[in-house]
Nanobody
Framework: QVQLVESGGGSVQAGGSLTLSCVYS?????IAWFRQAPGAEREGVAG????????HYVESAEGRFTISQDEATNTVYLRMNSLRPEDTAMYYC???????????????????WGQGTQVTVSS
């Protein structure tokens, strides 16, 4: 069983930045950040294939968000710049065995989930 613990959420004004952290208890080959706004479906934001370091972003995150890892501390980060009110959501760290279609970001394909951290962006 892999445990994921997110932190770093908060309230910022539009244009601001936040860095989310996800500490994992064991290694999995794929790890990602999802988000879910009230009344909306959970959607993928960014993913990382740990073995290669290759990253993948959804269009809304491309150029603004960066996913990275620190293997020494078992931590994956999501650096979010130029935040917009529409980025407001609960952000979740998710992990599972990597496969080629993982970056379709289907939630059911991710075996392990954290409890989430809230991000609120005001205009």
């Amino acid at each position: 069983q892999v445990q994921l613990v997110e932190s770093g959420g908060g309230s910022v004004q539009a244009g601001g930045s936040l860095t989310l952290s996800c500490v994992y208890s064991a290694v999995t080959s794929g790890i990602a950040w999802f988000r879910q706004a009230p009344g909306a479906e959970r959607e993928g934001v960014a993913g990382l294939h740990r073995a290669t370091g290759r990253t993948h972003y959804v269009e809304s995150a491309e150029g603004r968000f960066t996913i990275s890892q620190d293997e020494a501390t078992n931590t994956v980060y999501l650096r979010m710049n130029s935040l917009r009110p529409e980025d407001t959501a609960m952000y979740y760290c998710a992990a599972g065995p990597y496969f080629s279609l993982m970056w379709s970001f289907v939630p059911q394909d991710f075996r392990y989930w954290g409890q989430g951290t809230q991000v609120t962006v005001s205009s």
